[in-house]
């Protein structure tokens, strides 16, 4: 009572004060949630008070349109760092704003969608990167970053305690707003999934877990996917996707080089992007196996890999033509692991009679085992669920039994092998499980009508690993390539994890390929060392030297000197004084000599060789000597 009516706890008394503050301290009160976004007001810039996402919360900020490479010109390059430079700086300015500012862009700034979308479309692939100058491609990769940071933001709902939206305001938003669809999707899986695979995962799978609406957009562009197969087939190839028959080799002699490089880049685009699609977004491969795009693309694969081959014979295109093909082949790769893991026996069953209807396509068939060891994980899958079909895994075992792991095994491929397919030689050049023992039989393995040899295969693998690493130089990739055995996989996972050998660290990254001439190569071939019949005495030079060339000029008396030394003579006399003189009767049989010639014959008969002609005006003149 004392203490309470001290005032120490503020009141008249202190009776009602304390009993407050110990209720308090028993029963401590909630703090207040932070409203969502969507639930507050904001203040813009003329000090109005306006709901969230209002288009007047828009900074004044015009973004330009990304514009694709064209040249690389001195006055090109510069004009282009420029543009990009503003390009970065423009989003860099867009990445600073407060949270309800930037939606407002987000949802309303057309300018924003406008540059997005040109970058998504054509910015360059990881694959076919341009070799650019340093400082171009410093301004690239800036703006690449900044892109991704833009997409990454717009892919959250909540970026902290108190700046969230809620998911389903979230949901609807990013849905009916087009911020994202399928099409962006792939397009950010073919720029960032090889470099940001898992945090490119998690941001699509959380955009798809907000909103399921994503789902039903996936499996329509099955057919959009399916569509575009069938145009490029019946547009370069002059058959459908459902013809039994193979590319027409016929109509590839008749294609363009610009036809050639159009349907070998739009292989290579699709084989890749969806390739790291099913690695962004793994449920997608079971839904587009559910759909039948396994069987498309091995019948899209068996019509368009004889087409690439036949069109052209140059070693370029042709790197170009199995990169395209290797790319479409681990893209149904993906696909056959969704089939051999199935959840239940009955999807067990329907998968491997998917299995079986590849085996009437014996291109794809022969160049897919070649490369994925297809037999080995349909024993594992019948050692998993033993009630399957006999009948058909038994006719699936014997078509692939002689093909798969033909490039795999660790012993050398027999020279019998059987090679029926314009790709034979992909596993060898892009197996991503090669051993270093199957190397010599790799290099020997043909791809149609040419022979790849050790140099091509090692350029081959060089060109694949700069695919996904397009930044580091062709001299860098070999020593890599040297370290883990040519083995493309191993070498790229070492790279990005920079567990790289302390000779390879100590390297530049740019490091150029520089090919030494093999001597073996060009020296001839080692002659059989016999010593000669006869004794040859050794050439002299033949250049004098230099103590007998006359320097200045001859005095008159040199001459005089060198006639008037008699003393070689003396020297001859010995010489000749060992052979005898003796009668050579070696031509006496011949009989008589013919008689010599009087000499003015000789000389009015003139050179045989030569015709005399005789002119005019000799004649005269020999009249008038005749006169006089």
């Known amino acids: 009572t004392r203490l309470c009516k001290g005032n120490r706890f503020g009141g008249q008394d202190g009776y009602p004060c304390i009993i407050e503050r110990l209720f308090s301290l028993a029963y401590p009160r909630k703090m207040a949630e932070p409203a969502a976004m969507e639930q507050q007001t904001f203040e813009n810039e003329r000090g109005q008070a306006v709901p969230a996402l209002d288009k007047s919360l828009m900074a004044s900020i015009r973004f330009l349109n990304y514009v694709p490479l064209v040249q690389l010109d001195v ?17 860099s300015l867009l990445l600073r704003l407060p949270h309800h500012r930037f939606w ?42 900044q892109v991704f940071m833009i997409h990454l933001r717009m892919s959250t709902n909540k970026e902290s305690a108190t700046c969230f939206i809620s998911p389903h305001v979230y949901a609807d938003l990013v849905y009916e707003n087009w911020l994202f669809d399928m099409p962006k999707f792939l397009d ?57 028959r193979v590319g027409d080799a016929s109509r590839a002699r008749s294609l363009p080089e610009t036809g050639f490089l159009e349907l070998a880049h739009f292989v290579l685009d699709l084989g890749s992007t969806l390739h790291q699609f099913y690695g962004v977004y793994p449920p997608a491969a079971r839904m587009y196996l559910d759909g039948g795009l396994l069987l498309t693309l091995a019948r899209f694969y068996n019509h368009v890999g004889p087409v690439l081959f036949s069109a052209t014979s140059r070693p370029r ?17 993906i696909l056959v692991q969704a089939a ?3 959840s239940d026996a009955d999807a067990a069953s329907h998968c491997i009679h998917a299995l079986g209807e590849l085996l009437d396509l014996p291109a794809f068939l022969t160049d897919f085992c070649g490369c994925f060891p297809l037999g080995a994980r349909v024993h594992s899958l019948c050692a998993v669920f ?25 012993a050398p491929r027999p020279a019998a092998a059987p090679q029926s397919s314009q790709l034979s030689a992909v596993a060898a050049a892009s ?129 005089a000197n060198v006639l008037d030394d008699k003393s070689f003579v003396n020297e001859m006399r010995a010489m000749y004084s060992n052979y005898e003189d003796e009668y050579d009767d070696t031509y006496d049989d011949l009989g008589d000599a013919p008689e010599a010639e009087e000499e003015d014959d000789i000389f009015v008969r003139g050179n045989p060789n030569r015709p005399a002609v005789r002119d005019e005006d000799d004649d005269d003149d020999d009249d008038e000597e005749d006169d006089a």
């Open 431 to 559: 197996t991503v499980s090669a051993s270093p023992a199957a190397a010599p039989a790799a290099a020997a393995v043909p791809l149609g009508a040419a022979a790849a040899g050790p140099d091509d295969e090692r350029t081959e693998k060089i060109a694949m690993v700069r695919a996904m690493l397009p930044d580091l130089g062709d001299g860098y990739v070999s020593a890599c390539l040297d370290a883990y055995g040519d083995n493309v996989e191993t070498t790229i996972n070492h790279i990005l994890e920079g567990s790289l050998p302390t000779h390879i660290q100590s390297m530049r990254t740019d490091t150029p390929l520089t090919r030494a001439p093999a001597a073996a190569a060009l020296a001839p071939p080692p002659m059989a060392t016999a010593q000669p019949v006869l004794p040859i005495a050794p050439v002299q030079s033949l250049y004098p030297s230099i103590a007998r060339v006359q320097l200045g000029k001859r005095r008159e008396d040199d001459n």
């Open 188 to 244: 950010l899986s073919a720029l960032y999934g090889a470099a940001n695979m898992q945090l490119l995962a998690k941001m699509v799978a959380s955009i798809f877990k907000l909103q399921p609406k994503y789902n039903e957009d996936l499996a329509v562009s099955m057919d959009h996917i399916t569509s575009s197969l069938e145009q490029a087939v019946k547009k370069h190839c002059g058959v459908t996707l459902d013809d039994a």
């Open 104 to 145: 407002a862009h987000a949802v309303h700034d057309t300018g924003l969608h406008h540059l997005l979308d040109s970058y998504l479309r054509l910015a360059p692939r990881p694959f076919d990167a341009p070799a650019m100058p340093e400082r171009l491609r410093e301004a690239e990769r800036a703006v690449a970053q």
């Open 340 to 342: 051999l893991s199935p």
């Open 317 to 333: 295109d042709i790197i170009l033509a199995r990169r395209a093909l290797f790319s479409l082949l681990q893209a149904a790769e």
């Open 386 to 410: 033993p009630d399957l079909d006999p009948l058909v895994v038994q006719h699936i075992d014997r078509a692939v039994s002689h093909l798969d792991g033909a490039y795999q095994t660790e």
């Open 75 to 91: 006055a090109s390059v510069e004009e282009r760092v420029d543009v990009l430079r503003l390009i970065s700086e423009d989003l």
